[in-house]
């Protein structure tokens, strides 16, 4: 089975603190991606990754960066953490290249910005 | 525009009655993959099923179908006989080219409570 494992489950930090959100994968997988979610708005892809060391904007990378020096982890960091990033991060890891291949998703961290 | 639509916010429905979960889409992509998506409280994403625009057939996994209707750009979950650990946020998700993962586009999604 895919695992997709994130650092933590809860989060809580202070307005200006640097977080990093860390996401491990023991599939192979080339495709990483960080997605925050939030209530009436669904999910909203911030980074991807096709591959060590090359990422990707998504549609919401303000606040953000990421970094991947190996395949199997993406970090999520947030420079200077404000209270408008409250929100619950998934990372999703997927093969790329496949039709019917899915994202398959970590548990979530809920990260708490005070 | 949005591009994927749910537009049922909640539902609340019996034990053991079938559900449908709607989902409308929007593309001018010829290809493109829709999916379902589950979020139980655990707050893990987990792959329901997936229907790509060239296949002929409603895609089927189990207890779940999917009901695509291409000409309505119609994509809806139907769910029989439900249980009650079937209580969770149910995402509607599309990808705009057949292989592209970074264009897998989530609705807002819709929370279905299965009643005892």
């Known amino acids: 089975d895919v695992k997709v494992t994130q650092s933590s489950r809860y989060l809580v930090k202070r307005t200006g603190e640097k977080v990093f959100l860390e996401c491990v994968q023991d599939?192979?997988?080339?495709?990483m991606f960080w997605y925050r979610q939030d209530p009436g708005l669904g999910l909203r892809l911030i980074y991807f990754s096709y591959d060590v060391k090359m990422k990707e904007k998504g549609d919401i990378p303000e606040g953000y960066s990421v970094s991947r020096e190996k395949k199997e982890r993406f970090s999520l960091i947030l420079e200077s953490a404000s209270t408008n990033q409250t929100s619950m991060y998934l990372c999703?890891?997927?093969?790329?290249?496949?039709?019917?291949?899915?994202?398959?998703f970590g548990p979530g961290t809920r990260l708490l910005v005070l | 525009a949005q591009k994927i639509t749910q537009t049922q916010p909640g539902m609340f429905v019996q034990e053991k009655e079938a559900v449908t979960l709607d989902c409308t889409y929007d593309t001018s992509d010829p290809s493109y993959g829709l999916f379902w998506y589950k979020q139980p409280s655990s707050g893990e994403m987990i792959f329901l099923i997936y229907?790509?625009?060239?296949?002929?057939q409603n895609a089927t996994e189990g207890r779940y179908s999917l009901n695509f209707q291409k000409a309505r750009k119609s994509a809806n979950l139907v769910i029989s006989a439900s249980q009650l650990g079937d209580s969770a946020m149910y995402f509607c998700a599309m990808r705009e080219g057949l292989y592209r993962d970074d264009k897998i586009i989530f609705g807002k999604g819709t929370r279905l409570h299965i009643l005892p």
């Open positions: 229907q790509g625009s060239y296949d002929q």
């Open positions: 999703a890891s997927s093969l790329g290249g496949q039709t019917k291949k899915t994202q398959y």
């Open positions: 599939m192979d997988h080339e495709n």
